[in-house]
Each structure stands twice: as C-alpha cells, then as structure tokens.
C-alpha cells in the first residue's frame, strides 16, 4: 500500500508542478507582450516628438525672412 500511495502522491507533485510551470510560462509571456507595448508607445511618441520638432524648425526657418533691415 505504501508503494501505490507513494506512486499516487508523486503523480500528484508531477501534475502540480506542471501547473506551476505552465502558470509561469503564462506569466511571462503576459509580462513580454505588456513590455513590447510600452516600447512600441515609447517609440511613437519619440516619432511624434521628432516629427514636431522638425515642424517647429521648419517653421522658423522662414521667420524673419521678411523683416527690412535697412534704414
């Protein structure tokens, strides 16, 4: 008897250590997708933050042009 329960609560640590290995896995995959968001984010707004810079630049640029300077 000793035997087969000694089978029995092996298979039942066998099968809760899968469980927690699986869990885990899930986890982590969770948390690799959530940090591949936040630099897909990250790096839209560096683009927007470059892209309006050049604009400001862009823009000043023509400042000035105009403006008599003799007198």
């Known amino acids: 008897?000793?035997?087969i329960n000694s089978a029995v609560g092996f298979?039942?640590?066998?099968t809760a250590s899968n469980i927690q290995i699986a869990v885990?896995?899930?986890i982590l995959q969770s948390q690799?997708?959530?940090g591949d968001a936040v630099i897909k984010l990250?790096?839209?707004?560096?683009?927007?933050v470059f892209q309006k810079g050049d604009e400001l630049v862009a823009a000043a640029?023509?400042?000035g042009g105009q403006v008599d300077t003799t007198a």
């Open 61 to 63: 640029t023509g400042l």
């Open 32 to 34: 690799r997708q959530e």
């Open 11 to 14: 298979k039942q640590a066998e």
């Open 42 to 48: 990250i790096n839209a707004a560096n683009q927007g």
């Open 24 to 26: 885990a896995r899930k």
């Open 1 to 3: 008897m000793d035997l």
